[in-house]
């Protein structure tokens, strides 16, 4: 088992991101033979074009990764723009890739409706995601659901290419967490940085609580029984809880539990649990994330140098 993940660093991270990239993305390291993760700053720039945003937010991020657990020892943490061969895959898929597959790509219609500009960058942003994961012959990729049509890509085009090629590529399979596979946002929609909906993983204390007093209810009287399945302030509860105590929440909702109440419950738990990262977070130093990238990257470099010969090899590029 190889695993690879990605994510930009367009923004602080959040509790979905947490949930639903980094948490099963820590689970399998250790269990796979090689884990690769990366900072996808290629893909950032389909949506900003801040030099100064963005070169902070690839440091940060890299000491979010570290805070949350990653262990560079055995994770390989690397920056996508630091390995050329990321593009150089990205251009002989390109080749490869039937208009229509990419037409028929949900991300792109959405962030041109939340008003991205309609780049061919954002438009082949999927063929850049498939060279990203098919480099490293990755067999698993855990992402949250809204990616997993971009992994369906990947394989699509791995397999035309082997088609077209010979067998070069590995044909990668998502890894969606049942229970996390869509954490919502303080307004019920998914919670994403293009939205405002977050709750910051690294935020302080009072962004925190603002965030969480903000989540939407209904305008159910304090005491009515309320319904945990429907409930935002329940659905992101129960992620920080085991089954058991997830149930005996759910039916204190039932019992009438005031919103106020179990706001303030919420907020007790994510400062609870979060403690020890910010804690780790605030004693990381910007040179740690220097080290870690460029170590990370020559061991990145190595495998994507290897996968690119055999790539030019079949493709008569050698
Ligand atoms: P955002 O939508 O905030 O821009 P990204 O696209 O950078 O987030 O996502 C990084 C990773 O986190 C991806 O694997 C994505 O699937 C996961 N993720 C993002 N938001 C959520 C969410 N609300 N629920 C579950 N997973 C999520
Ligand atoms: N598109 C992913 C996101 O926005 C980030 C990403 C880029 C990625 N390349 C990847 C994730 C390869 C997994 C594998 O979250």
Redesign the pocket.
Known sequence: MRV?????PSGQLHLGNYFGSIVPNLALVGQAEQNFFFI?DL?ALTSMQEPAVLKQAREDIVLDYLACGFDPTKAIIFEQSQVPEHTQLLWILSCIAPMGLLERAVSYKDKVQQGIRASVGLFTYPVL?AA??LLYRATH?P?GRD?KQ?VEIARDLAGKFNAAFGEVFVIPEPVIQKDTAVVPGTDGRKMSKSYGNVIPLFGNENTLKKAIMGIVTDSKDAHAPKDPDTCVVYQIHKLFLSGAEAKALAQEYRSGLAYGEAKKRLLATVLEHLAPLRERRLGLKSSVAKEVLEAGRKKAQEVAHTTMAHVRESTGLS
């Open positions: 690879l993940s990605g994510i930009q996808a893909h995601m990203d994961i990729v992402v990616q971009h």
